[in-house]
Nanobody, 121 residues
Framework: VQLQASGGGLVQAGGSLRLSCAASGGAFSTVLMGWFRQAPGKDREFVAAISWTGGIEYADSVKGQFTISRDNAKNTAYLQMNSLKPGDTAVYYC????????????????WGQGTLVTVSS
């Protein structure tokens, strides 16, 4: 499975962005898709994940602010990010795995290249 993330950019605090992750080369409809982020000087952290059956999990820090979704017909997963704060500034990565929902990056087998989100104050 190859993943291509896009949609990052510079946005003012309070603004919104939608990230996309296009998948190819595999059975997208059966993989679990996740989003992670890595801020400068920090470890990569879990953001959200969605299973192929629609099960969803969010990090506590983004609940009510971010929404993960997927369109199996388009082989694409999305991360809608609202009310963005400077603390959301990071490189955002999409990732994929088979099996159960997971917050652990080490359990994801496939990774996109990352897209930078910068939130200005």
């Amino acid at each position: 499975v190859q993943l291509q993330a896009s949609g990052g950019g510079l946005v003012q605090a309070g603004g919104s962005l939608r990230l996309s992750c296009a998948a190819s080369g595999g059975a997208f409809s059966t993989v679990l898709m996740g989003w992670f982020r890595q801020a400068p000087g920090k470890d990569r952290e879990f953001v959200a994940a969605i299973s192929w059956t629609g099960g969803i999990e969010y990090a506590d820090s983004v609940k009510g602010q971010f929404t993960i979704s997927r369109d199996n017909a388009k082989n694409t997963a999305y991360l809608q990010m609202n009310s963005l704060k400077p603390g959301d500034t990071a490189v955002y990565y999409c990732a994929a795995k088979f099996g159960l929902l997971s917050r652990y990056s080490g359990q994801y087998n496939y990774w996109g290249q990352g897209t930078l989100v910068t939130v200005s104050s």
